[in-house]
């Protein structure tokens, strides 16, 4: 009797841990889907670097707002090819799952907020007046810095999701 109980408690665990195994699957995008988010997070990466250099120009001692909006040229450029690799990964309807769904939010979002972000320090450029914006500019570009980094994120995280 106790031989039979030591296997059924023994089979109730293998189920148990099978059954979360077959669950801990991936879901991974895959072909010209993927190589949108690669895309994206590449782009969001170069975003990143950009934001990067504008703050510690912001830092110099003496920044003039021409080199400043020149820098900013560069960023939005990099928020155009986010919004167009977005459009394109959204034409190709991959389909999610709900975890993916989630990161592809999220990563919508941080475009949004990264636009914002960019148009706020481009309309503080256009004054033509840095040193009394500099401490909002030097703020604009770290916020850029991070929104940048959810969208690369998300991108990758996009790729491939565990699901539940």
């Given at each position: 009797?106790?031989?039979?109980?030591?296997?059924?408690?023994?089979?109730?665990?293998?189920?148990?841990?099978?059954?979360?195994?077959?669950?801990?699957?991936?879901?991974?995008v895959v072909?010209?889907?993927?190589?949108?988010?690669?895309?994206?997070?590449?782009?969001?990466?170069?975003?990143?670097?950009?934001?990067?250099?504008?703050?510690?120009?912001?830092?110099?001692?003496?920044?003039?707002?021409?080199?400043?909006a020149y820098?900013?040229?560069?960023?939005?450029?990099?928020?155009?090819?986010?919004?167009?690799?977005?459009?394109?990964?959204?034409?190709?309807?991959?389909?999610?799952?709900?975890?993916?769904?989630?990161?592809?939010?999220?990563?919508?979002?941080?475009?949004?907020?990264?636009?914002?972000?960019?148009?706020?320090?481009?309309?503080?450029?256009?004054?033509?007046?840095?040193?009394?914006?500099?401490?909002?500019?030097?703020?604009?570009?770290?916020?850029?810095?991070?929104?940048?980094?959810?969208i690369r994120?998300?991108?990758?995280?996009?790729?491939?999701?565990?699901?539940?």
């Amino acid at each position: 009797m106790r031989v039979s109980v030591v296997f059924s408690v023994l089979a109730l665990f293998l189920t148990f841990s099978f059954s979360s195994y077959a669950m801990d699957t991936k879901c991974v995008v895959v072909g010209p889907a993927a190589s949108d988010l690669s895309l994206i997070a590449r782009e969001a990466a170069d975003a990143q670097n950009q934001a990067d250099e504008i703050e510690a120009y912001l830092r110099n001692s003496s920044p003039n707002w021409q080199t400043l909006a020149y820098q900013m040229d560069y960023l939005d450029e990099n928020i155009r090819n986010l919004q167009k690799f977005i459009a394109g990964f959204e034409r190709r309807e991959p389909r999610l799952t709900d975890a993916q769904s989630q990161q592809l939010e999220r990563l919508k979002a941080g475009l949004a907020t990264l636009t914002v972000f960019a148009n706020n320090t481009n309309r503080l450029i256009a004054e033509k007046q840095l040193m009394p914006y500099r401490d909002a500019l030097v703020a604009n570009a770290k916020a850029m810095n991070v929104r940048a980094g959810i969208i690369r994120d998300a991108a990758r995280s996009l790729r491939v999701v565990k699901s539940a």
